[in-house]
């Protein structure tokens, strides 16, 4: 649930969403400090707590730094597991890229990153799609990720 894009709908946007079995709520800063909106969002939790349900929440900053109209809402998404992301640089993008390649059974060797890095944006999901599109490619080819094999590829996709 894009909060950014449902926030102007109003609190009626999450009715029928305690059923889920995963719940992900996206841009939760965009309704925090609004006391209407911190009581549908409690009252969620609660019932996703007690369905034994899950709850995936992301915003701009940790709940402990949030500005919350209820306390004891940020003191549970205080307590639940707070992960901070961050844009992975050149090598963690590289060591990501791999990973992913080999968890799909692929050979994407150094030539071919080079090759990638210096031509596509440095998005990981865009990468991911890329590779993705080539690693189907290369299963019907038979064929390696070579340089030149992705330039066809990519030829193709672009024409």
């Known amino acids: 649930m894009p909060l950014r894009d449902l926030a102007r709908l109003g609190v009626g946007v999450l009715e029928g969403l305690r059923q889920l079995e995963c719940l992900c ?32 929440a992301a915003a701009e900053a940790p709940p402990a730094l949030l500005k919350w109209a209820l306390p004891d809402l940020g003191s549970r998404f205080a307590a639940s597991a707070v992960f901070q992301l961050r ?9 990501a890229l791999q990973l992913r390649a080999k968890l799909r ?6 030539e071919t ?29 038979q064929r390696r990720l070579t340089v030149p094999f992705i330039r066809e590829v990519l030829g193709r996709r672009r024409g």
């Open 113 to 141: 990153w080079r090759w990638l890095q210096r031509r596509y944006p440095r998005d990981m999901a865009k990468l991911y799609e890329l590779l993705d599109t080539l690693d189907e490619a290369a299963l019907v080819a």
């Open 105 to 110: 059974g692929v050979d994407l060797p150094e």
């Open 87 to 95: 844009v992975l640089d050149e090598d963690e993008q590289h060591s």
């Open 25 to 56: 709520l996206d841009d939760l800063d965009e309704v925090v400090g609004q006391l209407e909106w911190e009581r549908a969002l409690f009252g969620l939790v609660q019932a996703v707590e007690e369905g034994g349900r899950r709850l995936v």
